[in-house]
């Protein structure tokens, strides 16, 4: 099975959610929430999609970078890649049945460890979402981390107690998911959160919390002081607010108030390599991929989401052979094109 037919049998069973476009730039979906795409008009996931696409890296070949080392150690845990798969929930209702729920947690969890890297559970309107990714992380001796939604703080320590028994690396909640009416009209009522809100779920926990969400530097700042150990610059894929901007205009800014002091991660239209390249010279630790792992799970199940994940690491890899990147360290600001 290679990634074309992969996507081929994707296209077949997302049809009237998702076309697999050559470009997911999320024109052709727009408005598709619940479904595959950004909210309102689609501009925020379009955007994603196309400030990343105008950032230009150098191409390098007189050096000496001929085995990049592309490892990354993500809170105490080693990655082949600085790449993990982000929690996505809801896959019935968003990706038209094409695939259950508990399969498609099983084939990230599985397909990602896989290739060296791990992926992120997350939580949804119907309370099993959770569930199930906690005992798939279960059988996997916890290795991944567990996203919840920013429910009332009672109700997020329960599922941060979840994701403790079953040994998971980290937790964390997705803020921006601080709006969802979905969740609401599910009996699951979701809001924002205070600094001391978050610093109470921080010390309910010896397990690092990460923020999933933060698009300033003042929000950075507050996740910070209230001890997290690690933010996703992100705006949730373009599905909680129309009319944000990307995380890539805001990466860097963000990189530099909080410097070493907290992981900090990107997300948000990671389609090849480069992209890669791209949010790490922008500031990112590790960026996180969304939309082209679900391709890959309905498509050809774990195989499909290892050779997806599989592609973005070795475009990766060439991608800093010809940046003369031999580390992470050397993939930094200087990379961009200026102009
Ligand atoms: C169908 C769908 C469902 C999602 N569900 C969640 C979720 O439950 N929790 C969460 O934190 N983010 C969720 N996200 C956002 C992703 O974690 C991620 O931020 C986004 O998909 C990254 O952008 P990309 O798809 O362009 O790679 C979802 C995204 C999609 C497309």
Request: charged content about 25%; glycine content about 14%; proline content about 3%.
């Amino acid at each position: 099975m290679n990634l074309k037919e992969v996507k081929d049998i994707a296209r077949k069973k997302m049809k009237g959610v998702c076309n697999i476009c050559r470009e997911c730039d999320g024109v052709w979906c727009r408005g598709m929430v619940p479904g595959m795409g950004g909210a309102g008009d689609g501009s925020t996931m379009q955007r994603n999609y196309s400030k990343l696409r105008e950032i230009r890296i150098m191409m390098k070949t007189l050096h000496n970078a001929k085995n990049p080392n592309m490892k990354y150690e993500f809170l105490g845990k080693m990655l082949e890649t600085p790449m993990m798969i982000a929690p996505i929930t809801g896959l019935d209702y968003n990706a038209g049945g094409s695939i259950k729920e508990e399969d498609y947690i099983d084939d990230i969890v599985n397909g990602s460890l896989e290739c060296g890297t791990i992926a992120m559970i997350g939580d949804g309107g119907n309370p099993d979402f959770y569930k199930w990714g906690i005992e798939a992380l279960k059988k996997v001796d916890g290795n991944g981390v567990a996203i919840i939604k920013p429910r009332e703080n009672s109700e997020i320590i329960k599922r941060i107690k979840m994701a403790e028994e079953v040994g998971a690396l980290a937790v964390g909640v997705d803020t921006d998911g601080a709006g969802l009416l979905v969740m609401a009209s599910m009996g699951q009522p979701v809001g924002p959160k205070s600094k001391e809100e978050l610093k109470e779920l921080v010390n309910s926990t010896k397990l690092p919390f990460i923020v999933k969400g933060i698009l300033s530097v003042e929000e950075a700042k507050i996740a910070m002081e209230a001890g997290v150990a690690g933010i996703i610059v992100s705006n949730h894929g373009g599905r909680v607010l129309n009319g944000t901007i990307s995380a890539v205009e805001t990466l860097t800014e963000i990189k530099k108030a909080v410097g070493d002091k907290m992981v900090v991660i990107a997300d948000g239209g990671v389609r090849e390599g480069m992209d890669i390249v791209k949010f790490l010279a922008l500031g990112a630790n590790c960026i996180l991929v969304g939309r082209p792992v679900i391709w890959g799970s309905v498509g050809g199940r774990r195989e499909g989401v290892k050779l997806t994940l599989d592609t973005l690491k070795n475009q990766f890899y060439q991608g800093m052979i010809l940046t003369g990147a031999k580390n992470l360290e050397e993939i930094n600001i200087d990379m961009v094109f200026k102009g």
